[in-house]
Protein backbone atom coordinates (compact mmCIF):
# COMPACT_ATOMS: atom_id res chain seq x y z
CA UNK A 1 0.00 0.00 0.00
CA UNK A 2 3.50 2.80 0.98
CA UNK A 3 4.02 2.03 -2.67
CA UNK A 4 0.35 2.98 -4.44
CA UNK A 5 0.70 6.38 -1.88
CA UNK A 6 4.00 7.22 -2.86
CA UNK A 7 2.81 6.61 -7.05
CA UNK A 8 -0.18 9.02 -6.04
CA UNK A 9 1.92 11.63 -4.51
CA UNK A 10 4.31 11.24 -7.29
CA UNK A 11 1.14 12.42 -9.80
CA UNK A 12 -0.10 14.79 -7.44
CA UNK A 13 3.15 16.34 -7.49
CA UNK A 14 3.11 15.99 -11.64
CA UNK A 15 -0.35 17.32 -11.85
CA UNK A 16 0.63 20.81 -9.83
CA UNK A 17 3.48 21.91 -12.26
CA UNK A 18 1.16 21.46 -14.69
CA UNK A 19 -1.39 23.92 -12.77
CA UNK A 20 2.24 26.28 -12.32
CA UNK A 21 3.08 25.85 -16.24
CA UNK A 22 -0.63 27.26 -17.03
CA UNK A 23 -0.87 29.89 -14.10
CA UNK A 24 2.47 30.95 -14.95
CA UNK A 25 1.63 32.44 -18.28
CA UNK A 26 -0.78 35.13 -15.54
CA UNK A 27 1.51 35.51 -12.88
CA UNK A 28 5.28 35.99 -12.30
CA UNK A 29 7.21 33.45 -10.23
CA UNK A 30 7.20 35.14 -6.79
CA UNK A 31 2.81 35.75 -6.95
CA UNK A 32 2.74 31.59 -7.80
CA UNK A 33 5.72 31.24 -4.47
CA UNK A 34 3.37 33.49 -2.12
CA UNK A 35 0.15 32.19 -3.37
CA UNK A 36 1.23 28.81 -2.84
CA UNK A 37 2.13 29.55 0.94
CA UNK A 38 -0.88 31.23 1.81
CA UNK A 39 -2.80 28.27 0.38
CA UNK A 40 -0.37 25.98 2.16
CA UNK A 41 -0.46 27.50 5.93
CA UNK A 42 -4.62 27.37 6.11
CA UNK A 43 -4.52 24.06 4.97
CA UNK A 44 -1.79 22.80 7.48
CA UNK A 45 -3.71 24.86 10.05
CA UNK A 46 -6.44 22.97 9.72
CA UNK A 47 -4.76 19.43 9.81
CA UNK A 48 -2.67 20.72 12.63
CA UNK A 49 -5.79 21.05 14.53
CA UNK A 50 -7.71 18.61 13.51
CA UNK A 51 -4.93 16.15 14.41
CA UNK A 52 -4.10 18.70 18.12
CA UNK A 53 -0.54 19.28 16.57
CA UNK A 54 0.59 22.23 18.30
CA UNK A 55 2.16 24.51 15.77
CA UNK A 56 4.51 26.17 18.56
CA UNK A 57 8.27 24.89 17.88
CA UNK A 58 11.64 24.82 19.57
CA UNK A 59 13.69 26.02 16.81
CA UNK A 60 12.45 28.44 15.27
CA UNK A 61 16.49 29.59 14.13
CA UNK A 62 16.37 25.90 11.95
CA UNK A 63 12.54 26.64 10.75
CA UNK A 64 13.89 29.32 9.52
CA UNK A 65 17.24 28.69 7.92
CA UNK A 66 15.06 25.37 6.19
CA UNK A 67 12.27 27.70 4.73
CA UNK A 68 14.85 29.69 3.07
CA UNK A 69 16.66 27.42 1.43
CA UNK A 70 13.26 25.70 0.74
CA UNK A 71 11.53 28.96 -1.03
CA UNK A 72 14.65 29.65 -2.86
CA UNK A 73 14.24 25.50 -4.56
CA UNK A 74 10.83 26.89 -4.38
CA UNK A 75 10.46 29.49 -6.82
CA UNK A 76 13.46 28.86 -9.06
CA UNK A 77 11.55 25.36 -9.70
CA UNK A 78 8.20 27.43 -10.68
CA UNK A 79 10.65 29.82 -12.48
CA UNK A 80 12.32 26.26 -14.69
CA UNK A 81 8.35 25.57 -14.86
CA UNK A 82 7.37 28.32 -16.58
CA UNK A 83 10.41 28.82 -18.92
CA UNK A 84 11.17 24.80 -20.05
CA UNK A 85 9.30 22.00 -20.79
CA UNK A 86 7.71 20.26 -17.99
CA UNK A 87 9.78 17.09 -17.89
CA UNK A 88 12.78 19.23 -17.86
CA UNK A 89 12.43 21.48 -14.88
CA UNK A 90 10.30 18.12 -12.87
CA UNK A 91 13.94 16.37 -13.62
CA UNK A 92 16.38 19.16 -12.71
CA UNK A 93 14.76 19.50 -9.21
CA UNK A 94 15.13 15.55 -8.90
CA UNK A 95 18.57 15.82 -9.39
CA UNK A 96 18.70 16.64 -5.43
CA UNK A 97 19.53 12.83 -4.52
CA UNK A 98 22.33 13.07 -6.88
CA UNK A 99 23.82 16.40 -5.60
CA UNK A 100 23.53 15.21 -1.49
CA UNK A 101 25.69 11.78 -3.31
CA UNK A 102 28.04 14.85 -4.58
CA UNK A 103 28.01 16.50 -1.38
CA UNK A 104 29.14 13.05 0.38
CA UNK A 105 32.23 12.75 -1.73
CA UNK A 106 33.12 16.24 -1.21
CA UNK A 107 32.18 16.37 2.16
CA UNK A 108 34.87 13.24 2.69
CA UNK A 109 37.56 14.53 0.62
CA UNK A 110 37.20 18.36 3.09
CA UNK A 111 36.85 16.28 6.05
CA UNK A 112 40.58 14.71 5.49
CA UNK A 113 43.56 16.10 6.75
CA UNK A 114 47.20 14.97 5.60
CA UNK A 115 48.82 13.14 8.73
CA UNK A 116 50.32 9.45 8.99
CA UNK A 117 47.86 8.36 11.15
CA UNK A 118 44.95 9.49 8.85
CA UNK A 119 45.56 8.01 5.29
CA UNK A 120 43.39 9.31 2.30
CA UNK A 121 40.31 8.23 2.57
CA UNK A 122 39.06 6.05 -0.27
CA UNK A 123 35.78 6.86 -2.16
CA UNK A 124 33.13 3.99 -3.24
CA UNK A 125 33.22 3.96 -6.63
CA UNK A 126 29.34 3.69 -7.05
CA UNK A 127 28.96 6.92 -5.47
CA UNK A 128 31.34 8.90 -7.58
CA UNK A 129 29.65 6.62 -11.00
CA UNK A 130 26.37 8.05 -9.88
CA UNK A 131 27.62 11.21 -9.52
CA UNK A 132 28.74 11.86 -12.66
CA UNK A 133 26.38 9.63 -14.39
CA UNK A 134 23.71 12.02 -12.63
CA UNK A 135 25.70 15.03 -14.09
CA UNK A 136 25.76 13.38 -17.34
CA UNK A 137 22.33 13.54 -17.44
CA UNK A 138 21.73 16.87 -16.83
CA UNK A 139 24.42 18.30 -19.80
CA UNK A 140 22.12 15.58 -22.10
CA UNK A 141 19.16 17.26 -20.80
CA UNK A 142 19.75 20.66 -21.04
CA UNK A 143 21.70 20.79 -24.50
CA UNK A 144 17.73 21.22 -26.74
CA UNK A 145 17.78 24.23 -23.99
CA UNK A 146 20.86 25.49 -24.66
CA UNK A 147 20.04 25.77 -28.41
CA UNK A 148 16.66 26.94 -27.83
CA UNK A 149 17.78 30.33 -25.42
CA UNK A 150 16.88 28.92 -22.46
CA UNK A 151 20.30 28.28 -20.69
CA UNK A 152 19.34 30.74 -18.24
CA UNK A 153 16.15 28.69 -16.99
CA UNK A 154 18.05 25.62 -17.28
CA UNK A 155 20.79 27.11 -14.64
CA UNK A 156 18.04 28.43 -12.34
CA UNK A 157 16.34 24.43 -12.82
CA UNK A 158 19.29 23.07 -11.42
CA UNK A 159 19.99 25.55 -8.88
CA UNK A 160 16.06 24.38 -7.47
CA UNK A 161 17.97 21.07 -7.31
CA UNK A 162 20.56 21.89 -6.05
CA UNK A 163 19.19 24.17 -2.98
CA UNK A 164 16.09 21.15 -2.80
CA UNK A 165 19.13 18.97 -1.39
CA UNK A 166 19.76 21.82 1.13
CA UNK A 167 16.23 21.61 2.08
CA UNK A 168 16.23 18.25 2.40
CA UNK A 169 19.19 17.86 4.88
CA UNK A 170 17.51 20.60 7.09
CA UNK A 171 14.19 18.21 7.00
CA UNK A 172 16.39 15.11 8.14
CA UNK A 173 18.07 17.56 11.06
CA UNK A 174 14.16 18.79 12.14
CA UNK A 175 12.45 15.13 11.98
CA UNK A 176 16.04 13.64 14.36
CA UNK A 177 14.73 16.59 16.57
CA UNK A 178 11.65 15.05 16.77
CA UNK A 179 9.63 18.05 14.92
CA UNK A 180 6.62 16.56 13.91
CA UNK A 181 5.78 16.75 9.42
CA UNK A 182 2.67 18.93 10.03
CA UNK A 183 4.56 21.87 11.97
CA UNK A 184 7.53 21.71 9.22
CA UNK A 185 5.63 22.21 6.41
CA UNK A 186 3.76 24.61 7.96
CA UNK A 187 6.89 26.65 8.40
CA UNK A 188 7.90 26.37 5.26
CA UNK A 189 4.53 27.75 3.62
CA UNK A 190 4.46 30.08 6.05
CA UNK A 191 8.14 30.98 4.55
CA UNK A 192 7.11 31.32 1.08
CA UNK A 193 4.11 33.60 1.96
CA UNK A 194 6.34 36.41 3.45
CA UNK A 195 9.24 35.98 1.07
CA UNK A 196 7.04 35.70 -1.78
CA UNK A 197 5.67 38.36 -0.27
CA UNK A 198 8.21 40.44 -0.18
CA UNK A 199 9.73 39.76 -3.15
CA UNK A 200 6.35 41.33 -5.11
CA UNK A 201 8.05 44.52 -3.41
CA UNK A 202 10.35 44.21 -6.26
CA UNK A 203 8.38 42.14 -9.18
CA UNK A 204 5.14 43.79 -8.94
CA UNK A 205 1.73 42.62 -9.57
CA UNK A 206 0.44 41.01 -12.90
CA UNK A 207 -2.40 42.52 -13.81
CA UNK A 208 -5.81 40.52 -12.84
CA UNK A 209 -6.42 38.38 -15.01
CA UNK A 210 -9.78 37.44 -14.44
CA UNK A 211 -11.07 33.72 -14.10
CA UNK A 212 -7.52 32.07 -14.56
CA UNK A 213 -6.71 32.77 -11.08
CA UNK A 214 -8.81 29.93 -10.40
CA UNK A 215 -5.59 28.43 -11.21
CA UNK A 216 -3.76 29.33 -7.97
CA UNK A 217 -6.31 27.16 -5.93
CA UNK A 218 -5.21 23.75 -6.95
CA UNK A 219 -1.38 24.45 -6.72
CA UNK A 220 -1.75 24.97 -2.85
CA UNK A 221 -4.39 21.71 -2.83
CA UNK A 222 -2.10 19.84 -4.82
CA UNK A 223 0.74 20.61 -2.96
CA UNK A 224 -0.53 19.80 0.29
CA UNK A 225 -2.27 16.52 -0.89
CA UNK A 226 0.84 15.67 -2.14
CA UNK A 227 3.00 16.04 0.95
CA UNK A 228 0.60 14.54 3.16
CA UNK A 229 0.41 11.09 0.51
CA UNK A 230 4.31 11.25 0.74
CA UNK A 231 4.12 11.33 4.33
CA UNK A 232 1.61 8.55 4.70
CA UNK A 233 3.82 6.22 2.20
CA UNK A 234 7.19 7.32 4.20
CA UNK A 235 4.58 6.14 7.32
CA UNK A 236 3.20 3.02 6.29
CA UNK A 237 6.83 1.82 4.99
CA UNK A 238 7.43 -0.63 8.25
CA UNK A 239 10.60 -1.98 7.10
CA UNK A 240 13.89 -0.67 5.47
CA UNK A 241 13.11 -2.41 2.43
CA UNK A 242 9.51 -0.81 1.77
CA UNK A 243 10.85 2.59 2.37
CA UNK A 244 13.64 1.78 -0.36
CA UNK A 245 10.96 1.02 -2.33
CA UNK A 246 9.06 4.14 -1.41
CA UNK A 247 11.67 6.33 -1.84
CA UNK A 248 12.48 5.35 -5.62
CA UNK A 249 9.15 5.55 -6.46
CA UNK A 250 9.37 9.00 -6.08
CA UNK A 251 10.87 9.19 -9.18
CA UNK A 252 7.66 8.42 -11.12
CA UNK A 253 6.89 12.03 -10.94
CA UNK A 254 9.30 12.65 -13.79
CA UNK A 255 7.20 10.00 -16.00
CA UNK A 256 4.34 11.63 -15.24
CA UNK A 257 5.44 14.54 -15.94
CA UNK A 258 6.89 13.68 -19.10
CA UNK A 259 3.35 12.71 -19.93
CA UNK A 260 1.75 15.89 -19.21
CA UNK A 261 4.90 17.31 -21.35
CA UNK A 262 3.85 15.16 -24.50
CA UNK A 263 0.01 16.65 -23.77
CA UNK A 264 1.14 20.19 -23.28
CA UNK A 265 2.88 19.80 -27.06
CA UNK A 266 6.23 20.48 -25.47
CA UNK A 267 9.33 19.13 -27.70
CA UNK A 268 11.31 16.62 -25.83
CA UNK A 269 14.16 14.93 -28.62
CA UNK A 270 15.44 11.78 -28.04
CA UNK A 271 18.58 13.31 -26.31
CA UNK A 272 16.69 14.61 -24.01
CA UNK A 273 15.07 11.76 -22.84
CA UNK A 274 17.94 10.24 -22.85
CA UNK A 275 19.46 12.48 -20.14
CA UNK A 276 15.60 12.26 -17.67
CA UNK A 277 16.60 8.18 -18.02
CA UNK A 278 20.52 8.95 -16.96
CA UNK A 279 18.93 11.36 -14.21
CA UNK A 280 16.51 8.96 -12.89
CA UNK A 281 18.67 6.05 -12.68
CA UNK A 282 21.66 7.67 -10.72
CA UNK A 283 18.56 9.62 -8.56
CA UNK A 284 17.34 5.55 -7.68
CA UNK A 285 20.75 4.67 -6.56
CA UNK A 286 21.75 7.78 -5.14
CA UNK A 287 18.74 7.36 -3.49
CA UNK A 288 19.74 3.31 -2.69
CA UNK A 289 23.41 4.31 -1.64
CA UNK A 290 21.99 6.96 1.19
CA UNK A 291 19.57 4.47 2.62
CA UNK A 292 22.42 2.58 3.46
CA UNK A 293 24.34 5.23 5.50
CA UNK A 294 21.15 6.63 6.87
CA UNK A 295 18.06 4.85 6.73
CA UNK A 296 14.31 5.95 7.07
CA UNK A 297 15.56 9.26 6.34
CA UNK A 298 12.24 11.31 6.01
CA UNK A 299 10.24 12.48 2.63
CA UNK A 300 11.53 15.29 0.42
CA UNK A 301 9.33 18.50 0.09
CA UNK A 302 7.94 20.31 -3.15
Not at 72 to 81: C, E, N, Y
Not at 273 to 282: D, E, N, P
Request: charged content about 10%; aromatic content about 10%; proline content about 5%.
Amino acid sequence: MQALWMVLAAFLFASMGVCVKVASGYFNSAELVCYRGLIGILILWLLARLQRVTLATQYPGIHAWRSLVGVVSLGAWFFAIAHLPLATAMALNYLSSVWIAAFLVGGTLLAWRPSAAAPRPTLQGPLVLTVLAGFAGVVLLLRPSLHQNQSFAGLIGLLSGITAAFAYMQVVTLARMGEPEERTVFYFAMGAAVAGGAALLLTGTSPWPGWPVLWLLPIGILAAAGQLCMTRAYASAKTQRGTLLVANLQYSGIVFSAIYSVLLGDEIPPIGWIGMALIVGSGIVATILRERTAPGAPAEEH
